[in-house]
């Protein structure tokens, strides 16, 4: 089946630093993919998506890329603050389903 | 609330019990899938379902599960004679449509607990 990893599991860094979270994916024919935040004691909440014919997405102080080549997708948090401390997962969809594989996740742990 | 709402948040039960999870899927969407997540790992694919039909259930385990989506109501999933192995924190999401390039909005989960 699938598999989708995450390099780091754990991430800290200072509030107003830039975060980049790293997911590499191994089927190289999914089509979609997305980010998703999750809370403790709450189930994940979307943050931005990707199609496989794009390179790169923007959304508020969040941005997706995707490199195809290596099948490697990673989310850049600009200025972290004390709200984004969370465990984000890396979701893959392979074209045409409905399944979503989802990676262990990484923990990000903002300092004040 | 128009999100995806999941009860009962937190589910006790004695092995050998059956559990029933519930799910409304937000307004609007036709499409529920249920999710497995052990602590500290990520989300496992159970089941997909629309109204009255189990689409894919690849994920399911072939005995003591079973989730259904009526005509009216919430969907369910359902196990049977608990066992300690089946606590976990069971998810719910929903679609509007069964296009595979859309996000899956998800429920706060219910949190299964087996003495």
């Known amino acids: 089946g699938e598999s989708v990893g995450l390099h780091l599991p754990t991430l800290s860094v200072q509030e107003g630093d830039n975060s980049i979270i790293n997911c590499a994916y191994s089927?190289?024919?999914?089509?979609?993919f997305i980010w998703y935040k999750q809370e403790s004691g709450k189930g994940p909440q979307f943050i931005i998506d990707i199609r496989s014919n794009m390179d790169k997405r923007q959304g508020q102080r969040v941005t997706v890329l995707l490199n195809k080549t290596v099948k490697h997708l990673s989310l850049q948090i600009a200025a972290t603050q004390p709200g984004d401390s969370a465990v984000y997962f890396c979701a893959e969809v392979p074209d045409n389903f409905n399944k979503f594989y989802f990676g262990s996740g990484t923990k990000l742990n903002v300092k004040p | 609330n128009a999100g995806v709402m999941q009860n009962p948040r937190h589910l006790v039960r004695r092995r050998g019990q059956e559990a029933r999870l519930r799910c409304s899927p937000m307004k609007g969407h036709s499409h529920v899938y249920w999710y497995r997540q052990l602590p500290e790992e990520g989300l496992k694919f159970m089941v997909y379902?629309?109204?009255?039909?189990?689409?894919?259930e690849s994920g399911m385990p072939k005995e003591r599960f079973s989730a259904e989506f009526p005509k009216e109501g919430p969907s369910i999933l359902r196990i049977q004679q608990v066992v300690r192995g089946d606590s976990a924190a069971y998810f719910c999401?929903?679609?509007?449509?069964?296009?595979?390039?859309?996000?899956?909005?998800f429920g706060d989960g219910t949190r299964l607990s087996i003495l």
């Open positions: 089927n190289s024919a999914s089509d979609y």
């Open positions: 999401a929903s679609s509007p449509t069964d296009r595979g390039n859309q996000p899956q909005h």
């Open positions: 379902l629309q109204k009255e039909n189990i689409i894919d």
